[in-house]
C-alpha cells in the first residue's frame, strides 16, 4: 500500500481540529443548554472544555509517539489488543460519519430560507461534492479547511468584540436556577461540541513534524475553542432574555438579530454555514483514514486501504462518503447522541490507553510530548468521562451497546481470523506475572514508526549497530571470563580464533579502557583488515569490574577496527558518547528484554547524526 503524503503543517491541524469543534454545539445547542442550566451554561462549556483537557493531552501523547492513520483506532489496537482495536475504529468511523451527516443536515435547515431547492438535494449534492474534494488529497482538504475556519473565527470575533458592550447583567439573573447539579449534566450534553480532536488523531501520520506539530496544534486548539465557546455563549446569554433563549434552535443568529438588526442574523447564519462545511469537510477526511488503518491490519477488506498517486485513500473515501450521505435519509435524533457517547468512551479509552503504555515497560514507546500530572489528570479524567456518559441516558447507551456488539461480532467473523497482535497490555501483564507473554513483534513496529517520525537519516554509527554483534552475558563476573567470552564470539564470527581474540582483549585492557560514565565502558583493539570496523556491544549482569577502583561495567562497547577506519571509530566515539550519557540510556538498557531491544536502545537513541551528503 502506498504510504499518505505528509502535507499538513500547524495551521492545518489547528483548523482541522477546530473547524470540526464549531458547529452545532456553538450553533444550535446554546439555546438548549440554556433551558437547562439558566445563565451558568457558560460554565458548563468551559468545565466540558477543562474535563476535554485531560483526554486531549493523553491523546497527544500518544500520537507523538505512534503517528499514524487510524488515531485511536491504531493505538487502541497497540495497546489493548485487536478486539477493543476493532470495535473502537468502527465506532468511531460511525460516529465521525455521522457527526459529518448532522452537519449536512445543519446546512439543509438553513439553506432552504433562501432558496426554492429542496433540502435534501441540497445535501446530496454537498456531500458528493465534499467526496470529490476528499479525493483530491488532504493538502487541498487542509487548505479549504483553512480558509473556512479563518473567516469563522473572524466573525466570531466581530460578533464578540462588538456584542461585549451591549450586555445586560439582568439576564444572568437567577444565575443558577437548576443549581450546580444542572450545570454538570449540561456539561455532558455538550461535550460532543470538543470531538473534533479525534480527528487529528486520524491524519497524524499526515503531518509534518508530528512530535511537535501535533500536541501544539491540538493544545492551541482546544484553548481558542473554549474561550470562543465560553466567550461567545456568555455575550449570547446577555443579550437575549431567556424566554427569547431557551430551546432556541439558532441562538447565535438571535443574538446577533438583537445587536445588529436582520444583518447580523444573516451574517452569523452565514457563518453557521460555513461551521457546517467545515465540520462535514473534517469529518468525511477523518472518518476515511479510519476504514485505511483497519484495512492495513485486516481488519476490513484490504480493498479499503487502497491509495492514490495524490495520498488519498480513495476507496475508504468513498464508502464513508455513500455512508454519510446514505444517513440523510435516517432519523438521526438518537443515533447521534450514541455517537456522541462514542465519542466520551474515546476520550476515556485514551486516558486508559496512556496508563497502559506508561506502565508497559515498553522500550519504544517514546513520544515526543509527556502529559503533565500523570497519573492523577487521566484518572479524573476517566471518572468524568464515566459520570458524563451515564448522564447520556439510558436510550443512548443501549444504542451504544448495540453497535459494540455489532463491532464485537464483526471481528469474531471476520477480523479474529485475518489478524492477531502483540499489544501493550501483554508486557504489562507480563511484568505483572512475570510469565512469557510477548515476542517483542510490537517493540519492532514501534521502533519503525519512531525512525518514520524522525525522519532520521542514517549514518556510520547506524549502520555499525545493524550489523554488529549485541550480546546479553549473563555467567562473567570477573574480566578474564569475559574477556573468553567475547573472544568465542569474535571467533564465531571469523575476526580472530578464540585465544587472540582473549589475549588482545586483555593487553587492551591493561592499558584501561575508556570510562565513559558509570557503568559504561568502551574498548578497542585492531581488526586484521585495515577496511574493515565492527562493534560489539555486551550488556554485563550482574556487571564486571575492569579495574581496580572502578564501579561495575554493565554496558560494554568494543570497537574492533582496521588502521584506515580511523574516521568512522571517532564517529562512533562520539555517538556513544550521546546515547550513553542520556538520563535514560541505563534504565532502558538494564530493562532491555533481549539483544533486538538491546541494538533498538542503541539505534534510537538521542543524539546527533553526521550523515553523508
Not at 477 to 497: M, S
Amino acid at each position: 500500500m502506498a504510504d499518505l503524503n505528509k502535507s499538513m503543517g500547524l495551521g492545518t491541524v489547528f483548523c482541522l481540529a477546530s473547524g470540526a469543534m464549531i458547529s452545532s454545539g456553538l450553533f444550535v445547542l446554546p439555546g438548549l443548554a440554556h433551558a437547562q442550566a439558566g445563565p451558568a451554561v457558560v460554565f458548563s462549556y468551559f468545565l466540558a472544555g477543562c474535563l476535554a483537557a485531560t483526554g486531549m493531552l493523553s491523546l497527544a501523547e500518544i500520537i507523538t509517539a505512534m503517528p499514524k492513520a487510524g488515531g485511536d483506532y491504531f493505538y487502541i489496537t497497540r495497546t489493548l489488543g485487536p478486539a477493543a482495536g476493532a470495535v473502537s475504529g468502527l465506532l468511531t468511523w460511525f460516529s465521525l460519519t455521522l457527526k459529518s451527516a448532522f452537519a449536512l443536515v445543519g446546512i439543509m435547515a438553513f439553506a432552504p430560507s433562501g432558496l426554492s431547492i429542496p433540502p435534501l438535494p441540497i445535501g446530496m449534492v454537498l456531500g458528493v461534492i465534499f467526496i470529490f474534494i476528499n479525493l483530491t488529497g488532504a493538502q487541498k482538504t487542509g487548505t479549504l479547511q483553512i480558509i473556512l475556519v479563518t473567516l469563522l473565527l473572524g466573525l466570531l470575533l466581530i460578533y464578540a468584540l462588538l456584542g461585549s458592550n451591549q450586555v445586560h447583567p439582568k439576564y444572568f439573573q437567577p444565575f443558577l436556577p437548576q443549581g450546580w447539579s444542572a450545570v454538570f449534566s449540561t456539561a455532558g450534553m455538550v461535550f460532543v461540541a470538543y470531538g473534533g480532536l479525534l480527528n487529528i488523531a486520524s491524519v497524524a501520520e499526515e503531518v509534518k513534524n508530528p512530535g511537535r506539530t501535533i500536541p501544539l496544534g491540538m493544545i492551541l486548539s482546544l484553548m481558542v475553542i473554549t474561550l470562543t465557546y465560553t466567550v461567545v455563549v456568555f455575550i449570547t446569554t446577555g443579550v437575549l432574555p431567556a424566554q427569547a433563549l431557551d430551546n432556541s434552535l439558532t441562538p447565535i443568529s438571535d443574538g446577533a438579530r438583537a445587536l445588529f438588526g436582520e444583518w447580523g442574523y444573516w451574517t452569523i447564519g452565514a457563518a453557521a454555514m460555513l461551521a457546517f462545511i467545515s465540520t462535514a469537510n473534517a469529518g468525511l477526511l477523518s472518518a476515511s483514514r479510519y476504514l485505511l488503518a483497519l484495512s492495513r491490519d485486516r481488519l476490513v477488506p484490504q480493498m479499503l486501504g487502497k491509495v492514490t498517486s495524490k495520498g488519498a485513500p480513495v476507496n475508504a473515501i468513498l464508502l464513508t462518503g455513500a455512508f454519510m450521505i446514505a444517513s440523510l435519509f435516517l432519523k438521526l435524533d438518537a443515533l447521534v447522541q450514541a455517537a456522541s457517547t462514542v465519542m466520551l468512551l474515546a476520550y476515556f479509552l485514551a486516558n486508559a490507553c496512556l496508563i497502559v503504555l506508561r506502565e508497559s515497560g515498553l522500550l519504544n514507546y517514546r513520544p515526543s510530548f509527556r502529559a503533565p500530572g500523570y497519573p492523577w489528570v487521566q484518572i479524573i479524567g476517566m471518572a468524568g468521562f464515566g459520570l458524563l456518559i451515564l448522564e447520556m441516558g439510558y436510550q443512548a447507551i443501549l444504542i451504544s451497546l448495540a453497535l459494540v456488539a455489532g463491532g464485537l461480532l464483526f471481528y469474531w467473523f471476520y477480523g479474529r481470523v485475518k489478524a492477531a497482535r502483540e499489544s501493550a497490555i501483554h508486557h504489562l501483564l507480563e511484568r505483572v506475572t512475570s510469565q512469557q507473554m510477548v515476542k517483542g513483534e510490537l517493540e519492532t513496529e514501534l521502533r519503525d514508526i519512531l525512525k518514520e517520525r524522525d525522519q532520521h537519516c542514517q549514518d556510520t554509527f547506524d549502520r555499525l549497530t545493524r550489523q554488529g554483534i549485541i550480546l546479553d552475558i549473563k555467567e562473567a563476573t570477573k574480566p578474564e571470563a569475559l574477556f573468553t567470552l567475547l573472544g568465542k564470539e569474535l571467533a564465531v564470527h571469523h575476526l580472530f580464533n578464540q585465544e587472540t581474540a582473549a589475549n588482545l582483549l586483555a593487553s587492551r585492557e591493561e592499558k584501561g579502557s575508556t570510562v565513559l560514565l558509570q557503568g559504561v565502558a568502551i574498548s578497542d583493539i585492531p581488526h586484521p583488515d585495515p577496511d574493515q570496523i565492527v562493534l560489539l556491544a555486551a550488556r554485563l549482569e550482574p556487571g564486571v569490574v575492569l579495574q581496580k577502583n572502578q564501579e561495575q561495567t554493565r554496558a560494554f562497547f568494543l570497537i574492533v577496527l582496521g588502521k584506515n577506519k580511523t574516521n568512522e571509530y571517532l564517529q562512533a566515539l562520539a555517538a556513544l558518547a550521546q546515547i550513553t550519557h542520556h538520563f535514560d540510556f541505563m534504565p532502558n538498557w538494564l530493562a532491555g528484554r533481549d539483544s533486538d531491544r538491546l541494538r533498538d536502545v542503541l539505534l534510537l537513541g538521542p543524539r546527533r547524526r553526521l550523515c553523508e551528503v
